[in-house]
């Protein structure tokens, strides 16, 4: 039974439909699992819009093959910063969206897009935060963090994006344990497991009224 069904046969009102951006930089792996769970029903959203700043990643090409319109955006389309900011808030903006999720997008986003979708711009982070984020701590390079560390565990975060790397409030996290055996690379993969559920989970708590943000409530 999908989400929206769900909430209607308890007796309570339909789910307001999210209209969601995903910005990727990368292969888009989190981005399609929150494509998926829009398609399956279990989540009451819909993508309008993708952009990458990469035009070859392998997000684009995900978006592309699920019939979402896509938009190269980055510094090669659009040299000046401030013009930048200006389209990828105006795009935003004009495909109607409600929220913005960044899936492996590595740059910081403009005073322009922050301003008009405050409150409203997620992420996900491959650790624990506070603990190794900010400038630089991304990918591999968390994983090795934590394995230096002795760390007994890791995980993943939903937080909303503010003008500093991975400063913004914790919506949500889910802990995975460092094995023995593990390295970068297979600490990497059960981390990145737990993303694709913990992303899904959290819109699907926003839809449900049980996260609120700003100028969206369920």
Same mark, same amino acid.
């Given at each position: ?6 909430? *209607?046969? $308890? =007796? ?15 292969? =888009?792996?989190?981005?399609?699992? @929150? ?6 029903? $279990?989540?009451?959203? &819909?993508?309008?819009? %993708? ?31 401030? !013009? ?11 495909? =109607? ?29 491959? =650790? ?12 591999? !390079?968390?994983? &090795? ?7 007994? *565990? ?8 503010? &003008? @500093? ?8 996290? $889910? ?10 690379? $297979? ?12 992303? %899904? *989970? ?7 009224? &049980?996260? *609120? ?6």
């Amino acid at each position: 039974m999908d989400q929206a069904s769900s909430r *209607e046969r $308890s =007796g309570n009102p339909p789910i307001p439909m999210l209209k969601l951006a995903l910005i990727a930089s990368g292969s =888009g792996t989190n981005m399609q699992s @929150v494509i998926d769970a829009c398609g399956s029903g $279990s989540l009451a959203a &819909e993508v309008c819009v %993708v952009i990458g700043n990469n035009s070859k990643s392998g997000g684009l090409d995900r978006a592309r093959a699920a019939g979402i319109a896509t938009h190269h955006l980055s510094g090669k389309t659009h040299p000046d910063p401030v !013009a930048l900011d200006q389209v990828m808030a105006l795009t935003l903006r004009q495909a =109607g969206v409600t929220i913005v999720c960044l899936a492996g997008y590595m740059k910081l986003l403009g005073p322009q897009t922050l301003a008009a979708f405050r409150g409203r711009v997620l992420n996900i982070h491959p =650790g624990l935060l506070p603990k190794y984020g900010g400038r630089g701590f991304y990918g591999r !390079a968390v994983h &090795e963090a934590v394995l230096a560390a002795g760390d007994s *565990e890791s995980g993943a975060t939903v937080h909303v994006v503010d &003008e @500093v790397y991975d400063h913004g409030s914790i919506l949500a996290q $889910s802990r995975v344990p460092v094995l023995a055996r593990d390295t970068a690379d $297979s600490l990497a993969a059960r981390v990145l497991q737990q993303e694709h559920i913990l992303y %899904v *989970e959290t819109l699907q708590r926003i839809t449900a009224g &049980e996260i *609120e943000l700003p100028a969206y409530k369920a």
